[in-house]
């Protein structure tokens, strides 16, 4: 597989450079003085093409006329138009269940910590204001339903720890799902009107973008707690931001955001707004798994037998022997 070429367009975790260095002829986008003259030389031969974050379109696809594969590293890949993919023949992959579980437990987390306002508790522990007074009283998830956006393998995850602390769980997909035993609401207005936390764990994409905005915040009420570890472009921002000064709703969590690194002042001034910079996946374990599964998806393409994890817009079933 070493003659197969393949391109890198953004920087990615040593150990998976590395191995894809072993394993294929890497060209790396990142490293090139001149990008487009990089990939006018080199677009001709690639085969496969690796990375998080990179805007797959029909303009790139027409510059690589030989590609076969698209090894995405994270779950998400809205960046990716994945039926222009599947109209080409190229197979799209991710990196599913090896970060569900990392995703799910910061999620919680961050629920905890808005709800329980502790990095403001430990901010003040740490201005020395404890000498001075007592922290006051904070909410709790105590009494609070928590409604899902999204229960798809992240979603379940968070509402089967969640069961454990006792809340009742709602959510809203695009089906009602049989197996699961949480109340199902029809509509997204009508989960937020029935929850006082609002998890969003749903894909983004044009499908989704802006999906949590004014209406769905009033219903959720000035009790209600905001929690994204999905995709920054299902929350109209501004809304958010309006939302939390005026005290429309409680307090939000966000750990994703539409135009990330950038996140918006108006966000950033809000005190009772817990903001993390993307880091649900970021541990070294689940980052390590994820890029092992970039790797392996395209060692496994590349060596006649299929892709591992296909997206569903580019299903794959193996070739008559």
């Not at 569900?100 to 961050?110: I, N, Q, S």
Request: with cysteine; glycine share 10%; proline share 7%.
């Amino acid at each position: 597989m070493k003659s197969t070429d393949i391109l890198m367009m953004r920087p990615m975790m040593p150990h998976v450079t590395d191995s894809l260095e072993r394993l294929f002829t890497v060209h790396r986008a990142d490293k090139a003085a001149d990008r487009e003259r990089f990939l006018d030389e080199v677009g001709p031969r690639i085969r496969g093409l690796a990375g998080s974050g990179v805007k797959v379109d029909d303009a790139l696809l027409d510059r690589l006329p030989k590609l076969e594969i698209v090894a995405n590293f994270g779950v998400g890949y809205d960046t990716i138009d994945a039926p222009a993919c599947g109209r080409r023949g190229i197979v799209v992959t991710n990196t599913p269940d090896v970060l569900t579980d990392e995703v799910a437990d910061l999620a919680v987390g961050l629920l905890l910590a808005t709800v329980r306002q502790i990095p403001q508790v430990d901010r003040y522990l740490r201005e020395g204001k404890w000498l001075e007074k007592p922290y006051p009283l904070t909410g709790t998830l105590r009494g609070r339903t928590v409604g899902i956006l999204g229960l798809g393998r992240i979603g379940r995850a968070i509402a089967h720890r969640l069961v454990a602390f006792g809340v009742p769980i709602a959510y809203h997909g695009r089906t009602r799902q049989a197996d699961v035993p949480y109340a199902y609401h029809k509509t997204l207005l009508d989960l937020a009107h029935a929850s006082d936390v609002l998890m969003v764990v749903a894909p983004g994409g044009p499908d989704t973008k802006g999906l949590v905005g004014r209406e769905v915040l009033e219903a959720l009420g000035p009790h209600g707690v905001l929690i994204n570890v999905a995709r920054g472009s299902l929350v109209d921002e501004d809304a958010l931001a309006a939302a939390l000064a005026s005290g429309t709703i409680e307090s939000a969590g966000l750990d994703v955001f539409a135009d990330e690194p950038r996140v918006p002042a108006a966000l950033i001034a809000q005190e009772h707004a817990v903001l993390l910079p993307h880091v649900g996946s970021a541990s070294v374990h689940t980052r390590n798994a994820m890029g092992q599964l970039v790797v392996d998806n395209l060692t496994s393409w590349f060596d006649g037998k299929g892709p591992v994890t296909p997206v569903a817009e580019t299903p794959w079933t193996p070739r008559p022997t």
